[in-house]
């Protein structure tokens, strides 16, 4: 039998390494709903479409072929991004496209599709919430802001990107904000999730931790 895990969050809570391990462990698919928002914002940004003009990014998505694949590449298009979408400046930007209603409703409509047959691990902000409120297990991941901005910034070092630790407190602060007070599905925790504060924690220790839930369910 095969279940769907959804796995929510504020941003670097380690949402798509755990959702990546446990996928592994579980030989399930691991569906990072978060790389779509931002092929998304990576788009309209090269393309000049303004983060604002909810209709033009509407039809920009239908314009749009993104491909996830089991290995966890992510292709836009038919190319694939690679961390081409992993900068501060698209994830800023995913976080503004992401507020509008038809961009949700559009990605939520493939995100549901992909996880029909189940063996899915989705990560994102509203997976228990809106996107699988029938998801057998929920997991809320959170994790202080600074232990945050610092699994950031040794991310960055370790694909040598230079970043400043200040600037990445700011940022995912605001990103917090942004995600947390928007109208359309605000990031919240699923009243049937389960809360894990990962800041004192290993990787291995929260998959455990998961492992456990899905075992109990069988
Ligand atoms: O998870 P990640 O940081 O890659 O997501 C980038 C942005 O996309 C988030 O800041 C959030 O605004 C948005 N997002 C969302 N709903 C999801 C996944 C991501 O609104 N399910």
């Not at 030989?27 to 479409?49: E, F």
Request: with cysteine.
């Amino acid at each position: 039998m095969k279940l769907n895990i959804a796995i929510d969050g504020p941003s670097a809570a380690g949402k798509s390494t755990i959702a990546r391990r446990l996928a592994r462990e579980c030989d399930y698919i691991h569906l990072d709903t978060g790389a779509m928002y931002r092929c998304i914002a990576y788009k309209a940004l090269n393309q000049g479409v303004a983060l604002d003009d909810e209709a033009a990014l509407g039809s920009l998505i239908d314009q749009t072929e993104i491909r996830l694949t089991p290995q966890g590449q992510v292709f836009l298009d038919g190319e694939e991004m690679k961390d081409k979408i992993r900068s501060d400046a698209v994830s800023m930007a995913a976080s503004q496209v992401s507020s509008w209603k038809i961009v949700r409703q559009k990605l939520v409509e493939r995100q549901q599709k992909m996880a029909r047959d189940k063996g899915v691990v989705m990560d994102g902000r509203d997976i228990g919430t809106v996107v699988l409120p029938d998801a057998e297990i929920k997991i809320f991941l959170t994790a202080s802001p600074q232990a945050r901005a610092q699994r950031r910034f040794l991310e960055n070092q370790q694909k040598g990107i230079s970043s400043d630790y200040q600037q990445l407190v700011a940022e995912i602060a605001q990103r917090d904000k942004q995600d947390t007070e928007r109208v359309n599905s605000p990031l919240r925790q699923a009243e049937d999730a389960v809360g894990i504060d990962t800041s004192e924690m290993t990787i291995d220790e929260v998959v455990a931790a998961i492992q456990r839930l899905v075992e109990e369910k069988m």
